[in-house]
């Protein structure tokens, strides 16, 4: 079995696709209104228009739990955090990523708070 692709919901369905294709460099594969499809790769990165009536009040700020986290495998740690800055989303301080063998981890959030790993070199 092998994972293609993943759906991330949101409240606003253009500005997270948009962060999530300027940070990846993905191409748009599919509009509609509700969800675009982004192809990252080879895999599908779907965001979803979300079916709950309204935003939580801390919309935009990093969530403390999430039932899934995607991880994002980057040539520079460094890069990757000032892109998701300056994107508008979230970065933990690059002095407390984590090291596993020659990788580094960092923990980083998108426009709507959900959070996601950068995987890259030492």
Known sequence: MKITGAVIYAWNVASLAAFYRELTGATVTEKHPRWVILD????RLVIHGSTQD?????????RESTPLKLTFTVESLAASHAAVIELGGGATDLSRAWADGDVLFLDAWD????????????
């Open 111 to 122: 426009l709507e708070g959900n959070v996601f790993t950068l995987r890259g070199p030492k």
């Open 40 to 43: 990252v790769e080879g895999s």
């Open 54 to 62: 309204e935003a939580d009040a801390d919309l935009g700020q990093r």
